[in-house]
């Protein structure tokens, strides 16, 4: 998860930068050529790129794993390529709901599958319904070691944006089947089960959090092994914190998660919850905490930015 994590300054600047100037691959560290010898240190460090190369203003990599899908009146932001890890943004006119469905359906065309396909529910924080942010599932091809994810929203521009990830790893595709050799990102050693997919195969399931009305929201990614859980992302919204975080437990009280307790911790909101399935019993954590000064825009709304939690022990 690092990779991407720190590459979040660099594919901001990108984003921000899809003005700059310099259509093709020949002058695509050009932006780059106006920084000091230790701003550029400092920048190819920070972000794990292995030299300037590596940011592409208006440029699609070349060699990708994976298809950029050739939308209608397709502007091309850039890509960002690390050691483990490529991104690529382009923006459109069609609506998110038809880009989405377009981006996705060429993967799968090309053999890219559901990387949980048994568990519908990984993503836990998930869009407000009536949403206009779409969120493909984590899709994975076999043999190919690695995860793809795409991310539609609109840009705030009248554009549909659509951010592709792809990072590669040694996890097996799908999650949780049996592997009989290993591929070049694994290990011999490395566990051939998935431990969340047996945990939930004994009949746990993990809950669908929708996001209160009219709220945004960028997943940021989940951790588990084989005791723990945790999913984590950013929401957006016009609502106060303890709205925010009654909207949640709601939720989770409808999907039979008991509310054991409330409370707050310096700005952090914490509620404990608890569900039994057959013999065994959860006892989960939402936890949501406001950053002050963090915005979104929505049209013409500025939304505040709330960090949210939701793990579990077993």
């Known amino acids: 998860m690092l990779p991407s994590i720190r590459a979040a300054g660099c594919f901001a600047l990108l984003t921000i930068g899809a003005g700059l100037p310099g259509p093709a691959s020949a002058q695509s560290a050009a932006p780059l050529q106006g920084l000091t010898d230790a701003e550029l240190d400092l920048l190819l460090s920070a972000t794990d790129l292995l030299d300037p ?4 203003p208006g440029v699609i990599a070349p060699d990708l794993p994976f298809r950029v899908a050739p939308f209608m009146n397709r502007t091309v932001v850039g890509s960002v390529i690390q050691p483990f890890s490529t991104k690529v943004v382009v923006r459109t006119t069609l609506n998110p ?18 990387m949980y396909p048994t568990n519908p529910t990984m993503e836990v924080f998930q869009d407000a319904p009536g949403s206009t942010t779409r969120g493909a599932p984590l899709l994975c091809k076999p043999g190919l070691g690695g995860q793809m994810n795409i991310n539609v929203f609109p840009n705030g521009s009248g554009l549909t944006q659509v951010n592709y990830s792809f990072q590669a790893f040694g996890a097996a595709c799908p999650s949780g089947r049996a592997r009989t050799t ?3 990102y694994e290990s011999v050693y490395e566990n051939a089960v998935d431990p969340l997919q047996t945990l939930l195969s004994s009949g746990v399931t993990i809950p669908v959090l929708p996001a ?31 709205q ?5 437990v709601g939720r989770l009280n409808a999907q039979d998660w008991a509310t054991t307790s409330s409370t707050r911790k310096g700005s952090e909101l914490i509620s404990t919850v608890r569900r039994t399935f057959g013999k065994r019993t959860l006892t989960a954590t939402f936890a949501l905490t406001p950053r ?7 049209g013409t709304k500025s939304l505040q930015q709330y960090d949210v939690k939701f793990e579990f022990t077993y």
Do not use: C
């Not at 190369?53 to 592409?56: E, S």
């Open 53 to 56: 190369n590596g940011f592409l």
């Open 97 to 114: 709901e038809t880009a989405s469905a377009i981006a996705e359906g060429l993967l799968r065309r090309d053999g890219w599958l559901d």
């Open 182 to 184: 290993p591929n070049a």
């Open 212 to 242: 209160p009305a009219e709220a945004l929201i960028e997943p940021s990614g989940n951790e588990y092994s084989g005791s723990y859980y945790k999913t984590y992302a950013k929401v957006f919204s016009s609502l106060s914190a303890e």
């Open 244 to 248: 925010v975080r009654a909207a949640y």
């Open 292 to 298: 002050p000064g963090q915005t979104r825009m929505n």
